[in-house]
């Protein structure tokens, strides 16, 4: 019988994504913990980096989340000292930026996931590895990102 950690012996490509990511999941969370995030926070930060204009309800729509989620989420970066909320006049919306330690905490994330995918995928050739990134991109594109390829 096959321990908790194993995949299931399946053929199915969608029953070996599940158990693939479930294990990524947790990967990712433990390297995220040891920097004091969780995948919200990162995500939270990741779009703030980009898009510091996001409402509160567009960063919770984009990191999958409620609204009021994305406010405890973002009391607790604010808290870490990885974002400040600038309070601009009556009538006008918090602009939420990142601050040079959030910055720092992205870039330490970046060299997290460069280690985590050099150990989980270091065996498959660059070809293999370009052909899971595409598989992966058609799968989940990111917005504004191009599809190759018949629509």
């Given at each position: 019988?096959?321990g908790?950690?194993e ?10 994504m ?9 990967r990712v ?12 926070h ?7 980096s980009?898009r ?9 729509r ?11 989420t973002?009391r607790a ?5 990885a974002v400040v909320r600038?309070?601009?006049g009556?009538g006008?919306a ?5 601050t ?5 905490l ?12 050099q150990?989980l995928f ?8 370009t052909?899971l990134?595409?598989?992966l ?14 629509a």
């Amino acid at each position: 019988m096959a321990g908790a950690d194993e995949p299931p012996e399946s053929g199915s490509v969608s029953i070996l994504m599940v158990a693939a990511g479930r294990m990524l999941s947790r990967r990712v969370e433990d390297e995220l913990a040891t920097l004091g995030l969780t995948l919200r926070h990162y995500g939270a930060l990741a779009h703030l980096s980009r898009r510091p204009e996001l409402s509160y309800s567009d960063l919770a729509r984009r990191v999958g989340v409620t609204a009021q989620s994305m406010h405890a989420t973002v009391r607790a970066l604010e808290q870490s000292g990885a974002v400040v909320r600038s309070l601009p006049g009556h009538g006008h919306a918090a602009r939420l930026e990142v601050t040079d330690h959030g910055r720092h905490l992205i870039a330490e994330v970046g060299a997290a996931a460069e280690r985590l995918d050099q150990e989980l995928f270091g065996r498959l050739s660059e070809e293999e590895r370009t052909g899971l990134r595409a598989g992966l991109h058609a799968l989940a594109p990111t917005p504004g990102a191009r599809r190759s390829g018949p629509a």
